[in-house]
């Protein structure tokens, strides 16, 4: 999971993390595309990446492109619903955008969806 403001990731982190853990996932959160760059390094796989785009510039969308171009899907989570958005999600290769506040069944069934299941 992405954000870039770190009370919010941490609130929001709180949260998704106890859900998705719940549900047999395990979470890796950060407020730095380094990390995450990190992250998608061998020996480490990124399944699926949650993106935050609160109080992100527009150089999210460049970090999107790699997810996509390395196959690794994602989901970005807006504040708000705007066509912008959503259009610049669907051209970085987001699988779905979804507005806060997150409807926590439909993210569960995306995520179950996408993955086919916990491991």
């Given at each position: 999971?992405?954000n870039?403001?770190r009370?919010n990731?941490?609130?929001?982190t709180?949260?998704?993390?106890q859900?998705l853990e719940?549900?047999s996932?395990h979470v890796?959160?950060?407020?730095?595309?380094?990390?995450?760059?990190?992250?998608?390094?061998?020996?480490?796989?990124?399944?699926?990446?949650l993106?935050?785009?609160?109080?992100?510039?527009?150089?999210?969308?460049?970090f999107?492109?790699?997810?996509?171009?390395q196959?690794?899907?994602?989901?970005?989570?807006s504040?708000?619903?705007?066509?912008?958005?959503?259009?610049?999600?669907?051209?970085?290769?987001?699988?779905?955008?979804?507005?806060?506040?997150l409807?926590?069944k439909?993210l569960?069934r995306l995520?179950?969806?996408?993955?086919?299941?916990?491991?």
């Amino acid at each position: 999971m992405i954000n870039h403001n770190r009370r919010n990731l941490e609130l929001l982190t709180q949260l998704l993390t106890q859900f998705l853990e719940r549900h047999s996932y395990h979470v890796l959160a950060t407020v730095s595309l380094e990390a995450v760059a990190e992250a998608m390094s061998p020996p480490h796989t990124i399944k699926l990446a949650l993106i935050d785009i609160s109080g992100c510039d527009a150089g999210i969308w460049t970090f999107c492109q790699r997810l996509h171009q390395q196959q690794i899907p994602f989901l970005v989570i807006s504040p708000r619903q705007q066509a912008a958005i959503q259009q610049a999600s669907t051209m970085s290769g987001a699988i779905s955008c979804l507005t806060k506040p997150l409807v926590m069944k439909e993210l569960l069934r995306l995520v179950w969806n996408l993955l086919g299941g916990a491991d």
